[in-house]
């Protein structure tokens, strides 16, 4: 533990992955059942989300607790809505610690070091009490469930992997189709006619697969030559395949 402001206190990033509660690690049930509160991240206070979902199935509720965060913000950058989303979180763990809460846990899905917004309230908690403890525990991602749910052999041999969040537009996406990489899209539901397109005209269509709403009763996964003209939710994945012409041929 440090010393100084927060000497003593752990913040814990905790990945539930992508929404299926039997896909939470050991280590991570064990740090959400020793923290004492839990915060996830909500669009609204009374609009649960989906790492409440899973958290639910492994912590009583007494002990957890919604903090609102800008999760789809179109604004772009570090609007002023998300940093007060940041600032709002923080205080919300100081002042658990001041309650004295020793462990504060943050529910994040996937992995809290992958895209998430722990890292944001991380950064904003280690400012204010340098003395905590910040952990992180690694979760499963969505590129890692689509890939095993749709049969997708995610990379081979010597075959680069490109991630990367479509919530800006297409433009990267496209250059990095022109590469030999598999490439792997976050955030792209409200761009999806634009991604099929972007496939289409690389030539890298066929053998791409989508899935949105993973874990949940609703979930999609199909390939993307079927994506249509309406977009998809916020927290869709696209897996676009490395181009391969015979087994072993990256090794």
């Given amino acids: 533990?440090?010393?100084?402001?927060?000497?003593?206190?752990?913040?814990?990033?905790?990945?539930?992955?992508?929404?299926?509660?039997e896909l939470v690690t050991v280590r991570a049930v064990r740090r959400l059942r020793e923290a004492d509160v839990v915060l996830v991240p909500v669009m609204a206070p009374d609009e649960p989300g989906r790492a409440e979902a899973t958290v639910r199935c492994y912590v009583p509720d007494g002990r957890i607790e919604r903090v609102v965060f800008a999760l789809n913000?179109?604004?772009?950058?570090?609007?002023?809505?998300?940093?007060?989303?940041?600032?709002?979180?923080?205080?919300?763990?100081?002042?658990?610690?001041?309650?004295?809460a020793a462990s504060v846990a943050f529910a994040t899905i996937g992995d809290p070091n992958i895209y998430s917004t722990f890292g944001y309230l991380a950064q904003t908690v280690r400012e204010t009490a340098p003395g905590a403890e910040i952990e992180t525990v690694a979760g499963i991602t969505a590129m890692q469930d689509l890939a095993t749910r749709s049969g997708t052999v995610l990379v081979e041999g010597s075959e680069p992997l490109t991630l990367l969040p479509v919530t800006a537009g297409v433009r990267r996406l496209r250059e990095a189709l022109d590469g030999d990489a598999t490439v792997v899209a976050y955030k792209f539901g409200r761009h999806a006619p634009d991604v099929r397109e972007a496939l289409r005209e690389s030539g890298r269509l066929a053998g791409a697969v989508h899935g949105s709403r993973l874990g949940l009763p609703d979930e999609r996964i199909a390939p993307a030559a079927e994506l249509g003209r309406a977009p998809l939710p916020y927290l869709s994945t696209l897996?676009?395949?490395?181009?391969?012409?015979?087994?072993?041929?990256?090794?």
Avoid: C, Q
């Fill in 1 to 21: 533990m440090g010393t100084g402001p927060g000497a003593g206190k752990r913040l814990v990033g905790v990945g539930v992955g992508p929404g299926d509660p």
């Fill in 73 to 100: 913000d179109r604004g772009g950058g570090r609007s002023a809505r998300r940093v007060r989303a940041w600032e709002e979180a923080a205080r919300t763990v100081l002042r658990h610690f001041g309650a004295g």
């Fill in 239 to 251: 897996i676009v395949p490395a181009r391969r012409t015979e087994r072993g041929g990256k090794l």
